[in-house]
């Protein structure tokens, strides 16, 4: 049996391996622009600005969307009208001063109000005590992966075939379009 490793679950692994067997398009999330989804099944793997910007306009499209999360990000609200119904006035003036931990326990907040599914919240509350080195700003990409033709997925990434991709937990994915995240 092949060994999976943690590092097999990120996009630069991927990019590295030019004999995977997949048929479909890969792209890399700097390109979402440029492509039409519209019925076809897209898995995006990792996470970064362009995806978190960007999936909810995917998810209109396309047919289903599988999100291969390696890590769960700290995501803020982008529009200031969201971040002042969870803002203190005085905070709102000064938001631009503020340190890494209070940004970290808006990002919870933010998550807390969004995300009702408890299992799903669990999933996507980053780890507090890690200092993130850079916040993901969007204000729908917690409703996109609550749309019914969206999915999370904790699990590693076994294999990519042909036309799908397997998690470790066996679960198989028909997939059209692959976007790699940074």
Aim: glycine letters at 2%.
């Amino acid at each position: 049996m092949k060994k999976i490793h943690l590092k097999q679950n990120s996009p630069p692994f991927f990019f590295q391996d030019s004999s995977l067997p997949f048929q479909g398009k890969i792209i890399h999330s700097t390109d979402i622009l440029l492509h039409d989804y519209s019925y076809k099944n897209v898995a995006i793997i990792g996470t970064d600005q362009f995806t978190v910007t960007h999936l909810s306009s995917i998810c209109h499209t396309a047919h289903s969307v599988v999100v291969f999360q390696t890590k769960p990000e700290f995501i803020l609200p982008k529009t200031k009208k969201i971040l002042q119904q969870l803002l203190h006035p005085l905070l709102i003036k000064n938001r631009h001063q503020l340190n890494h931990r209070i940004q970290s326990l808006i990002s919870l907040r933010f998550l807390d109000v969004k995300v009702l599914n408890h299992w799903l919240k669990r999933q996507l509350s980053p780890n507090i005590a890690s200092l993130p080195s850079d916040f993901l700003k969007s204000d729908d990409y917690y409703t996109a992966l609550q749309e019914n033709n969206c999915e999370l997925v904790t699990w590693p990434i076994k294999e990519i075939t042909v036309n799908t991709i397997i998690s470790i937990d066996g679960t198989i994915f028909p997939i059209d379009i692959i976007i790699l995240a940074n």
